[in-house]
Structure formats: C-alpha cells, structure tokens
C-alpha cells in the first residue's frame, strides 16, 4: 500500500489478556518506530527499529512490551497482562534509510485503539 | 530535560486571523524541530521542520520561528482556514530524526 498500514484499527481486551498489534511500513523504509497516545497527549515514543535489530528501546514502559521486526519490514507490538493503564491509541512509523545522518520525516499509520476493560 | 511544553493547549482563531502556538525544550543537544498535524483518527503528518542553525523557515501559510538562547519555538498559521482545524503537535530530536519527544498538543478551532 501507499502508506503506513496498522492493524487491527481496534482492539478492544480483558485486562491480564495478551495482544498483538500490527505494523507494515512503507516499502523500502529501513527504520520503523512504535508510539503510544494517551487521549489528549502527545505521541510518547517506544521503541525504534532500524532494519530488523531494535536501535533503542528505551521507551517500552515493562518488561510487558516488546516488539520484533524479524525480516526487517512488518513489525509486531506485543503486549503481555494487559493492564487497564495500557489503553491508548498505538501508533507506528516509518522513515526511509539516514541520509548522511538525518532521518527527517516520519510518516504515521492511523494508530491501533487498544482498550483494556 | 527530555519534555517539550507546548502552549496553549487549545486555540480559536476566526477565518483569516494568525494562529500562534509556542513551545519551549531544555535540552541543547535537540537539533532538529518539527511540527506535526493530526486530524481526529488520523495519523500525525508532519507540517514544517525546522534546524538550530536558521531563525526562522516558511512554507506557503506556514512559520516556524526559532529562539535558540531563549531554548523556544513557535508555529504561525497565516490567514487560518477552517482546514486547518486540527491538533498540532511540536516535538523534537537530537541526531536529526528519528527518536521525537512531543509536546502536548494543541487543539485549533478556525471559526468561519
């Protein structure tokens, strides 16, 4: 597809449940980010990936999250005992490869909604 | 030293007027600002971007001014339009990319 595709659009759990949220970056985009949005706040970043290793993980909340990238290209969130606090809208991004250093612009999927009940 | 704070948290301008949102980071070693758009269920799309070594940068109705003693930004929007109703974002990075600390977000209400 053209942009950036997330799946599922919503996810709707039971709190201790386990989740899977899906990213497909744009094709040929070498670094994949995940965010999370809170209703009314700024994206908070996650995780990064460049090419298929995770180039910083700092934001993942817990041990609860992690994520993969095995073949460099779909990326997959996952997210174990899931806790009400986890509700947000998870939204990944693509870049192409830095040139000379700078990645500019990231382009956004349209975010999974998690709610956790 | 990480947060960027954004200011105001929501914003009405009429038709026409000047849309002004400010932000302000602590952290020097930011190098690259942008300025993201997200419409309600949408992704945020990046708007303007501006680099510590220029003051200011525009493209078509859009500004950005950047104070880098006083460690602040902002966003001009001229002749707002009822388009340009959405959520505005600041943020910024260090190594140019990648990694964004966002600000809070600002709501644009343009009134025709």
Not at chain 1, 25 to 37: C, D, E, K, V
Not at chain 1, 39 to 62: K, M, R, W
Request: glycine share 10%; with cysteine; net charge neutral.
């Amino acid at each position: 597809g053209a942009g950036v595709s997330q799946t599922p659009s919503n996810k709707v759990t039971e709190k201790g449940k386990y989740v899977e949220l899906r990213c497909d970056p744009i094709s040929g985009h070498t670094a994949l980010y995940w965010y999370r949005q809170s209703l009314g706040q700024g994206p908070e970043f996650l995780i990064y990936f460049q090419g298929t290793g995770a180039a910083d993980d700092s934001g993942l909340p817990n041990d609860r999250f992690f994520a993969v990238r095995p073949e460099g290209s779909v990326s997959t969130l996952k997210i174990q005992r899931t806790e009400r606090g986890d509700s947000a809208v998870y939204l990944c991004a693509s870049s192409p490869t830095p040139l000379a250093g700078v990645v500019g612009e990231l382009f956004f999927g349209e975010g999974s909604r998690l709610t956790v009940l | 030293q990480q947060q960027v704070k954004q200011s105001p948290q929501s914003l009405i301008v009429q038709k026409g007027g000047i849309s002004i949102i400010n932000c302000a980071y602590e952290n020097t070693a930011f190098d690259y600002f942008p300025w993201y758009q997200q419409f309600p269920g949408k992704g945020p799309a990046l708007l303007i971007a501006i680099r510590p070594d220029v003051s200011e940068k525009k493209e078509g109705r859009f500004t950005i001014s950047f104070n880098k003693s006083a460690k602040q930004f902002s966003l001009h929007i001229m002749d707002s339009q009822p388009g340009d109703s959405a959520t505005y974002f600041c943020a910024a990075s260090m190594d140019q990319g990648g990694k964004l600390i966002f600000g809070q977000g600002t709501e644009l209400s343009v009134k025709p």
